[in-house]
């Protein structure tokens, strides 16, 4: 198995980090922009997208902070997360997304991130 590639992508989200938190974090929040359907039990997560179902295991998370999950059909240490960020100074919130990647499926794994926080930004009425 070849080494998957970490990146991070970062976007700035005009919402409150408690309701931005919903959504990262709860199967009807998910639903609204990540995947067509998600259901959990527990620390399990199931997201289903074109009647395609795949498992995910909440590894970590901290209210208004951040959500961590692995694949659970990944038989490495990658996950994804993400991870709210306030600027002290100017308290604009930012969405940081961490990911790993095939060293050949990097854009494309951007540019679905890319396309689904475009999804969130939609349905929190952000720009």
């Known amino acids: 198995m070849s080494d998957k590639t970490k990146f991070e992508l970062e ?3 005009q919402s409150s980090p408690q309701l931005l938190f919903q959504y990262l974090s709860t199967p009807s929040g998910l ?3 990540f995947a067509d359907n998600v259901n959990s039990r527990g ?10 179902e795949e498992g995910a295991k909440l590894l970590k998370k901290k209210s208004d902070e951040f959500i ?7 038989e ?3 996950y994804f997360e993400m991870r709210i960020i306030v600027d002290e100074i100017t308290s604009d919130v930012s969405l940081f997304i961490t990911d790993f990647a095939e060293e050949d499926e990097l854009d ?11 999804d969130l930004k939609q349905v929190l009425g952000s720009k």
Request: no cysteine; glycine share 2%; proline share 0%.
């Open 108 to 118: 494309e794994a951007k540019m679905l991130w890319e396309n689904q926080v475009a």
């Open 68 to 74: 961590r999950f692995a694949w659970e059909h990944m």
């Open 43 to 52: 620390e399990r997560f199931n997201f289903i997208w074109d009647g395609s």
């Open 11 to 13: 976007f700035v989200i």
């Open 76 to 78: 490495d240490d990658s």
């Open 31 to 33: 639903s609204e922009w």
